[in-house]
């Protein structure tokens, strides 16, 4: 599996990496040869951790392609945009077309990957053992609260660590309700809901569910978008807030499937009849 992934994984990035630049042309905007060389390995990162989850996951066809987009959407674009939105790092214009193009780019590719990471062995399905109601409340409760203390404690850390970044900030900052209530009911929320889809979905053991999760959260919804250069933030901020987002998101990824596992009971054939792969 590991050559596999690994080599489909180049031909993967090379995909998302010519949808952007299409995309950019469209928009009218000047593509370069520097364009396509900082998309490579961002976007090799994302076809490795995508292309893992799909050949790891229970589910098939438009069903996985609809995972697929949901988390690299919503984690590597969606989440990401409302932040700089709320620190005034790019306009209402900016989000928004920013917003339509990981749309576009996120409902073209993910078909596309499931087609080529797609193992042709069904897997087994698991079923989960059901959870009351108040069992879910205070776990998502304490999960949604856990990620704006790791949010608070990790921009605190890094003012401390980087203070260069205040400069960049300054004047940029949201007042404090705004900067809560983004982060309780809407980031947060995000994240626990794709948490809870891949823990759902994926077909190994736990402990390699919160690796997933972990690194999902942290190259999805961090590093690798910070990567290429940008015109709303220069490279030192760009590195400030990979490490930042990449230590915290993990971190919070691997806590936030210890809390949210679900207590898997028996297992069953997608298809019955059809010979299933031992799991990863």
Do not use: C
Not at 4 to 19: E, N, P, R, W, Y
Not at 39 to 60: D, E, F, K, Q, T
Not at 83 to 96: D, G, L, W
Not at 256 to 268: D, P, Q, V
Request: charged share 10%; aromatic share 14%.
């Amino acid at each position: 599996m590991k050559t596999t992934l690994f080599v489909k994984s180049i031909f993967g990035a090379l995909l998302l990496t010519v949808l952007y630049m299409l995309f950019n042309m469209l928009l009218g905007q000047t593509i370069g040869f520097d364009n396509f060389f900082w998309g490579i390995l961002p976007n090799y990162m994302v076809a490795l951790l995508l292309g893992y989850y799909i050949m790891s996951s229970s589910l098939g066809g438009i069903r996985l392609s609809i995972s697929v987009f949901l988390i690299y959407f919503l984690i590597g674009h969606f989440n990401l945009l409302i932040e700089a939105y709320i620190f005034n790092v790019s306009s209402r214009q900016e989000t928004a077309l920013e917003i339509i193009r990981g749309l576009f780019i996120s409902v073209t590719f993910a078909p596309l990957y499931v087609y080529i990471f797609r193992n042709k062995i069904v897997k087994e399905a698991v079923i989960f053992s059901k959870r009351s109601l108040i069992g879910w409340f205070w776990r998502i409760l304490v999960a949604d609260i856990l990620y704006l203390l790791l949010y608070i404690i990790a921009g605190f850390v890094l003012t401390i660590v980087y203070p260069q970044l205040l400069q960049f900030y300054e004047g940029k900052i949201p007042s404090f309700d705004i900067l809560i209530n983004t982060q309780l009911f809407i980031r947060g929320f995000i994240f626990i809901g794709i948490a809870l889809l891949m823990l759902q979905t994926l077909n190994i053991s736990v402990v390699k569910k919160a690796i997933l999760i972990g690194l999902t959260f942290a190259i999805l919804g961090g590093i690798a978008p910070l990567i290429p250069p940008s015109e709303l933030m220069p490279a030192y901020v760009r590195l400030g807030h990979g490490f930042e987002v990449g230590i915290s998101n993990f971190i919070y990824g691997i806590l936030l499937t210890l809390l949210l596992k679900l207590n898997s009971g028996a297992k069953a054939d997608i298809n019955p009849g059809i010979a299933v792969k031992p799991t990863v």
